[in-house]
């Protein structure tokens, strides 16, 4: 029988998940910044990953995403906003670079919409669902399971957030707590996490 994480109602009693404020918060907007960005993210070697699209709501439509990328380190996250030129080549340069590891939850489908929009294949990916998987846990534990059972921490994600816009030109602060804790999280749960050697070799092949 599959172990399960705990439930909402658990994990609504646990402390707050103490995310990154907006002051920790990059979205670069010049070249430099960008360059900056990407020298971080490399020297860092790890980087908890995730990417929002904005949402479709008619049948049968496709979505046109990821239109945000965002990285997480352990002190501040950064915001890749796909409409400007310079950051969606270095969140491609990045998605692709097998020195950096990306690490999230449920990335299967960012995959296809990444190398659909981007034409970058995402590679060096561990997917947070699997390790847990290999663990005994259901297909699909989530940040919010994750962070209460790894972190006995409550992970709140807004719903009416989660449904916005993420293509606007200027995101809300809202947006970019979301956005930013979304992969934070997920790196804080690899950082608590200890990988035994055989998980390493069937989840990070080749490092």
């Given at each position: 029988m599959r172990?399960?994480?705990?439930?909402?109602?658990?994990?609504?009693?646990?402390?707050?998940?103490?995310?990154?404020?907006?002051?920790?918060?990059?979205?670069?907007?010049?070249?430099e910044a960008v360059a900056a960005a990407v020298a971080a993210i490399r020297a860092a070697g790890e980087a908890g990953f995730d990417t929002e699209s904005k949402p479709t709501f008619k049948a049968g439509e496709v979505s046109s995403g990821p239109h945000l990328v965002q990285f997480a380190l352990p002190d501040r996250?950064?915001?890749?906003?796909?409409?400007?030129?310079?950051?969606?080549?270095?969140?491609?340069?990045?998605?692709?670079?097998?020195?950096?590891?990306?690490?999230?939850?449920?990335?299967?489908?960012?995959?296809?919409?990444i190398h659909a929009k981007l034409g970058a294949t995402l590679q060096s990916v561990l997917d947070l669902d699997h390790l847990f998987r290999r663990r005994g846990y259901n297909n699909s534990l989530g940040a919010r399971a994750a962070v209460g059972l790894v972190l006995d921490r409550n992970f709140r994600k807004s719903k009416s957030v989660t449904t916005t816009n993420w293509s606007l030109l200027r995101l809300s602060d809202a947006q970019k707590l979301y956005a930013a804790n979304d992969a934070y999280?997920?790196?804080?749960?690899?950082?608590?996490?200890?990988?035994?050697?055989?998980?390493?070799?069937?989840?990070?092949?080749?490092r």
């Open positions: 172990k399960t994480g705990p439930g909402k109602a658990e994990t609504d009693l646990m402390p707050p998940f103490e995310g990154l404020a907006l002051k920790d918060i990059v979205i670069p907007d010049t070249k996250a950064f915001l890749f906003q796909m409409h400007d030129g310079a950051s969606r080549d270095a969140a491609s340069l990045l998605l692709e670079d097998p020195a950096v590891l990306k690490i999230g939850f449920g990335l299967s489908a960012d995959r296809s919409q999280a997920a790196l804080r749960v690899y950082l608590a996490l200890t990988l035994t050697p055989q998980e390493r070799q069937a989840l990070l092949p080749g």
